[in-house]
Nanobody, 119 residues
């Protein structure tokens, strides 16, 4: 599975951005897609995920109420709408693909897209 992210950029605090991720290749094995992020000097952290079968989203506490994950099953695309951005949201955002329920690992990753929020 190949994942390509887009939509990152430089914005000001309070602005919005929409990230997209398109999956291609052997996408018939699918359980969920997710977004993670990694800020400079910090470990990669979970942001949001969506299970393909149910469409149920899950979010990190730090983004609840501000970020919305959505997906298009037919197009193997997942989006992340990010509102009310703060400088603490500055990071490289990665799209991830989880093929199976078990193991509970994301087995494919995109190259990442930079999001920079200025104060």
């Amino acid at each position: 599975v190949q994942l390509v992210e887009s939509g990152g950029g430089l914005v000001q605090a309070g602005d919005s951005l929409r990230l997209s991720c398109v999956a291609s290749g052997r996408t018939f094995r699918r359980y969920a897609m997710a977004w993670f992020r990694q800020a400079p000097g910090k470990e990669r952290e979970f942001v949001a995920a969506m299970a393909w079968s149910s469409g149920n989203p899950s979010y990190a506490d730090s983004v609840k109420g501000r970020f919305t994950i959505s997906g298009d099953n037919a197009r193997s695309t997942v989006n992340l709408q990010m509102n009310s951005l703060t400088p603490e949201d500055t990071a490289v955002y990665y799209c991830a693909w989880r093929s199976f329920v078990f193991p509970a690992d994301y087995d494919y990753w995109g190259q990442g897209t930079q999001v920079t929020v200025s104060s």
